[in-house]
């Protein structure tokens, strides 16, 4: 039985369709530290292949987000608590029915950047990513991804100590703010507030 490639030995930035002279339809894959990976496998198949080796289902995964999102397409694919998978318009198809969406990590955007009308992501490994669409969009598929990670987490991770290692968690705390940082402590400062005015303490009699 032929062993099936491990993916995410070297960590994931972004899987991208990209088309591969010779080839044809490949995947490109970016690791952790920029390193770049071509897969002579159309992106939807390395997709299922990442999600099997984590027992994840893609179709269930898009039906389950997709609800919580109310809609039925770019739906943000969370397969671990630091693999957010955002997905983002890259390439315009040859064939009809190549894929044109591309998945960047969400937790690996360090800013997004306007190029005329279309945009370009920066990761924190600086492997910059032209997008085919406005940062308008990117925006809301950054909120998108920072919903459906708040309920990944809140669902899977209970606590600090499921994350792998100390070393990781030094490293998240270390790391500079990101949009993406800032408007999750945003959204939970709002939370607190709303909720403190539901629920004032009690008075201390005089």
Do not use: W
């Amino acid at each position: 039985m032929r062993k099936r490639e491990n993916y995410l030995e070297d960590g994931i930035s972004a899987i991208l369709p990209i088309y591969t002279e010779g080839v044809g339809d490949t995947t490109l894959i970016i690791n952790l530290e920029g390193q770049k990976r071509i897969i002579h496998k159309k992106i939807k198949s390395v997709l299922k292949g990442i999600a099997a080796s984590l027992s994840y289902d893609i179709v269930e995964l898009r039906r389950k987000y997709g609800e919580l999102l109310n809609q039925k397409s770019k739906i943000p694919l969370p397969l671990r608590h630091d693999l957010i998978l955002m997905p983002v318009m890259v390439r315009y198809p040859l064939i009809q029915g190549d894929e044109t969406l591309g998945y960047i990590n969400y937790r690996l955007i360090e800013q997004v950047i306007r190029e005329g009308k279309h945009c370009k992501v920066v990761l924190k490994n600086g492997v910059e990513i032209k997008l085919l669409q406005s940062y308008g969009t990117t925006q809301k598929n950054i909120l998108n991804a920072q919903l459906v990670e708040k309920h990944f987490m809140q669902n899977n991770y209970k606590g600090i100590e499921k994350i792998s290692s100390l070393q990781e968690l030094n490293d998240q705390v270390h790391c500079p703010a990101t949009r993406g940082d800032i408007m999750v402590i945003y959204e939970h400062l709002k939370k607190v507030i709303e909720l403190l005015k539901s629920n004032p303490p009690p008075q201390r009699p005089p």
